[in-house]
């Protein structure tokens, strides 16, 4: 036994630990946190375990045992463990929304791994202290979105949350209908936002402000004492200056696979650049630089389009609340300057990666010309909202299949020109690139471009098939796409449909804040 009974805490066995607990963040005190223990749920069931980041982590095989599943499910506790909640504030859709914290996310306590410390967190455990009259739960089809998603995220190569396990309850939990509840298991070196900073700048705690910035670079930006002599030994200035880096180059890869996280407010921003809180994410189908995921968006203020400018304000925000700790405004300003020269390099060299322009092939001095490449087929697709994903696979098979013929004809480009109407545009347009590559590289560069266009990702559609049949007590299909999405570049032979174009009705799902 290494569980304890949150029934009787005081039994608690004596075992040694399957996990070793470091905790590091309670050595910040109370006013970061509220002690507490997850709300127990009525059978719990295993939906997925994900063996591959438990194996990462090396963490024992123990812990996916049924014992464990209790602990998961959030009734009872594992020795050494100390769960609370967290508390944060933040602006959300633009609104300073006051004192927020974890509402249905108990953190368990960080654990050593092979990777480092691992903060774990149970996403739908209950009600804490800030649920502001939520009732602390996550549903079955939320919960698979975000396990799924995650681990999608991190196939992609893209910062993220981990998911390490997902539990499914028959207990009822109230959205716009009657749903089932579930509990996800989340995993990251560290969960701060921008909100935590932000709830004590408001407060006018620079000491607790002050604790927590200190905190983050002793243990999780390190890097911020050697970027301090670029501001003049301000390490807080470093702080700022690491954070607005991560997120630039987060974000750009956020556009460059179409990602569309849905509800960008500060405290839904992570301090280290991960993504984080999957709630109504979607990648593109077609591509619309104005489309918007969430329902519950209704001024469209984080389009697909908008997110880029949207990490810039959160960043502001972030910003404001360090001031009293950089106390120089003219510097503040400088380090945010950063965000605006290195996102669009950023988004560039991926954007150039996706097209294979890359090492001796992406010179600086093409640098413009490529972008004028990239933002002249964008628009085509746009015009007639072009699948996004199969779009840029097509292309890299192309690019492949190109290498193989003495010359090229507009034939030989049809298995991308025939995703468009105005093929005449599009193959003017690939003349332009065949010109700028040259068709001697494009074996070089096929390889590159299927390693940076992916050929599944989570769309919609494939969530919501998995999430009915879960639903019905089939969880097979959540580790069909599991195994699918952690190799995204690679083929999967016999697993074609999942790559095909969305179905018709996919284009009648809604997902919004609850999802």
């Not at 063996?51 to 499910?73: I, K, N, V, Y």
């Not at 939520?134 to 910062?159: F, K, Q």
């Amino acid at each position: 036994m290494s569980l304890a009974s949150l029934d009787s805490p005081a039994s608690a066995p004596h075992d040694d630990p399957v996990l070793n607990w470091t905790h590091r963040l309670t050595q910040l005190g109370p006013r970061f946190f509220t002690p507490l223990q997850p709300t127990p749920v009525s059978a719990p069931r295993w939906a997925a375990r994900n063996e591959t980041l438990r194996a990462e982590l090396g963490w024992p095989s123990a812990l996916f045992d049924d014992e464990h599943l209790q602990a998961f499910a959030g009734n009872s506790l594992m020795v050494g463990s100390q769960p609370l909640a967290t508390v944060y504030s933040g602006h959300q859709f633009g609104q300073w929304a006051g004192q927020l914290g974890d509402g249905r996310a108990i953190w368990l306590g960080e654990a050593e791994s092979a990777q480092g410390p691992q903060e774990i967190q149970l996403k739908g455990a209950g009600r804490t202290p800030y649920s502001r009259g939520g009732d602390g739960r996550a549903v079955l089809r939320s919960s698979i979105r975000e396990y799924l998603c995650s681990e999608a995220m991190h196939g992609l190569g893209i910062p993220t949350t981990r998911a390490l396990s997902l539990v499914a309850s028959p207990e009822p939990v109230r959205r716009e209908t009657m749903e089932s509840a579930a509990v996800v298991a989340r995993v990251a070196p560290s969960f701060l936002r921008f909100g935590h900073f932000e709830h004590f700048s408001a407060q006018g705690d620079t000491d607790s402000l002050r604790a927590l910035a200190d905190h983050a670079i002793a243990h999780h930006l390190p890097e911020c004492r050697e970027r301090a002599a670029l501001w003049q030994g301000n390490l807080y200035a470093a702080l700022l200056d690491e954070v607005q880096e991560r997120t630039a180059k987060l974000l750009a890869q956020w556009q460059a696979v179409g990602f569309c996280h849905g509800v960008m407010n500060t405290d839904n921003m992570s301090l280290l650049g991960l993504t984080i809180d999957y709630g109504p994410f979607q990648f593109l189908d077609g591509f619309d630089p104005g489309h918007i995921c969430n329902h519950s968006d209704h001024q469209g203020r984080y389009a697909y389009g908008r997110q880029p400018n949207v990490a810039y304000w959160n960043l502001y925000c972030l910003a404001q609340a360090l001031a009293p700790l950089i106390d120089d405004h003219d510097m503040t300003l400088q380090v945010l300057e950063g965000y605006k020269n290195l996102f669009p390099r950023f988004l560039g060299d991926a954007m150039r990666a996706k097209l294979g322009l890359v090492g001796d092939l992406a010179p600086e001095s093409e640098r413009e010309t490529d972008w004028t490449l990239v933002e002249d087929v964008m628009q085509i697709m746009a015009a007639e909202k072009v699948d996004f994903t199969l779009f840029w696979r097509q292309l890299s098979q192309a690019v492949v299949m190109q290498s193989t013929v003495s010359s090229l004809t507009d034939a030989d480009w049809s298995t991308v020109t025939d995703l468009v109407l105005d093929r005449p545009r599009l193959l003017a347009w690939l003349s332009r690139y065949t010109e700028r590559a040259g068709p001697s590289h494009f074996a070089a560069m096929g390889q590159q471009m299927l390693r940076s266009n992916p050929k599944f990702v989570l769309r919609n559609h494939l969530a919501e098939t998995a999430i009915r049949q879960a639903q019905a007590g089939d969880f097979s299909e959540i580790d069909t796409l599991y195994n699918l999405l952690k190799s995204p570049f690679e083929e999967h032979p016999g697993f074609e449909a999942y790559a095909d174009l969305p179905p018709d009705w996919a284009g009648q799902l809604e997902i919004s804040c609850s999802s």
